[in-house]
């Protein structure tokens, strides 16, 4: 049996390759609200939650004006990013319906809450929260019991917060 990886450690950063970092920008900043830390030319961006160095890499160094691999294919299937709290995750929903990006699917996990949509290049994304461990669904044995649940969109969408004025 092997050694499991210390129960702190955490997925940093994901870094994507896409066609058009402008596009890209648009959308992991324009619509999911990441801030842009730094731009490299025309060819990189590092996009951030906060004051993080970077959670979002994007690229064209081997995919300027490329397209998304086929069907069929390996590859990333999705990135996900974790919200603090469900009125965040409705806050996040708010922004997605707001641009007109059509919701791929959307799920009650038991442990999780989760939005699927596809950014521009189309790389799966999940936006999701965690539910607090003590309420995860469990089987008799006490075992995790995840379920895949449809989840309300409307009912989520009516617990965003207020926007501010723009």
């Known amino acids: 049996m092997t050694t499991p990886v210390h129960p702190a450690t955490r997925i940093g950063h994901v870094h994507l390759k896409v066609a058009d970092l402008d596009r890209a920008i648009a959308f992991y900043s324009g619509v999911l609200g990441f801030a842009l830390q730094q731009k490299f030319g025309t060819r990189a961006a590092f996009l951030a939650a906060g004051d993080y160095h970077h959670h979002i890499g994007l690229n064209t160094w081997e995919s300027l004006n490329g397209t998304p691999p086929p069907e069929g294919h390996t590859g990333l299937f999705h990135t996900a990013f974790l919200y603090p709290d469900r009125a965040q995750l409705a806050d996040a929903l708010r922004r997605v319906v707001d641009a007109g ?66």
């Open 101 to 166: 990006i059509p919701v791929e699917g959307a799920a009650d996990h038991g442990v999780s809450e989760a939005i699927y949509i596809s950014d521009p290049d189309g790389n799966g994304v999940e936006l999701y929260r965690d539910r607090a461990q003590a309420d995860w669904p469990r089987d008799a044995d006490g075992n995790l019991a995840m379920v895949n649940d449809p989840l309300d969109l409307e009912a989520l969408l009516a617990e965003a917060p207020a926007q501010a004025p723009r």
